[in-house]
């Protein structure tokens, strides 16, 4: 298959993100002892919704400088870090020599993974392939490289934060900025980058069809003592305390 022609752009987006951002944050969340959800850092201890990893190999797509990867691997799990992005990944591999958390890394796109069928009982996705790819191209792959009985998990911005971000500047809105009906392929103004979002019903639509049973839904909100975010300041922790700023879904390969 050829390159979907947004891969490049946001390749580069996240290759000048590493450079002002995430590089110099990479360090920090490596060592974190606790899973955190988001940009509020919501613990996993209080969503609940990995379970325990021990054991299972997982392919996390769209992974970064990989730190989901390194949380998983600390618990007992068998990563394999799959972006498009190869700074992202050189900063992985930094890590990787820094803390002695070895997992392979490959360079490739969530939406064709050079892996084999049925390898992973976990396919896990953080703000990577769950909107920097085309969900109706990376949910059927990552259909594809689970085991039966094997779970998919991905975080993603909210759909109301999608409805209600500001086209001319980086803030969300208390009111509703933009139709929800058509939405799927989302670009901004004076902005490189493509982000992808289905609604609530077309996407539960998308998983069955694909062949996922839907587990859970879960919105996360910003906690009582949150502070806005240094970097992702366009949702404000005061919005995210009365709206849902992220959500996480959960689905599973059925055995049969």
């Given amino acids: 298959m050829s390159e979907s022609d947004y891969v490049a752009e946001n390749r580069g987006v996240w290759t ?5 951002y995430t590089d110099a944050q990479a360090d920090r969340v490596w060592r974190a002892e606790e899973i955190t959800w988001g940009m509020f850092g919501v613990p996993e201890s209080e969503v609940g919704v990995v379970g325990d990893v021990a054991g299972l190999d997982i392919v996390d797509l769209g992974c ?5 990867s390194a949380w998983f691997a600390k618990r007992g799990g068998r990563p394999v870090g799959v972006d498009v992005t190869p700074a992202q990944l050189d ?30 009982d976990l396919a896990f996705s953080e ?29 993603r911005n909210s759909i109301i934060v999608m409805l209600c971000a500001l086209e001319d500047e980086e803030a969300t809105s208390e009111t509703l900025q933009r139709p929800q009906r058509g939405m799927h392929r989302m670009e901004w103004p004076d902005e490189e980058g493509v982000n992808f ?3 609530h019903g077309e996407l539960f639509a998308l998983l069955r069809s694909t062949g996922f049973e839907v587990e859970n839904l879960i919105e996360l909100y910003a906690p009582d003592d949150a502070e806005t975010h240094e970097y992702y300041s366009y949702v404000t922790a005061d919005w995210a305390r009365q709206w849902p700023v992220e959500e996480i879904w959960a689905a599973r390969k059925p055995t049969a």
């Avoid at 970064?64 to 989901?68: A, D, N, V």
């Fill in 197 to 199: 979002y289905l609604p």
């Fill in 16 to 20: 000048e993100s590493n450079r002002e």
């Fill in 91 to 120: 900063t992985a591999r930094r890590l990787q020599a820094e803390t002695g958390l070895e997992f392979p890394l490959i360079e490739a796109s969530a939406e064709e993974v050079p892996l084999p069928d049925e390898g992973f």
């Fill in 64 to 68: 970064g400088t990989g730190y989901f």
């Fill in 127 to 155: 703000y990577g392939a769950s909107i920097w790819c085309d969900s109706h191209k990376w949910i059927p792959e990552a259909h594809r490289l689970l085991r039966p009985g094997g779970r998919l998990v991905f975080l």
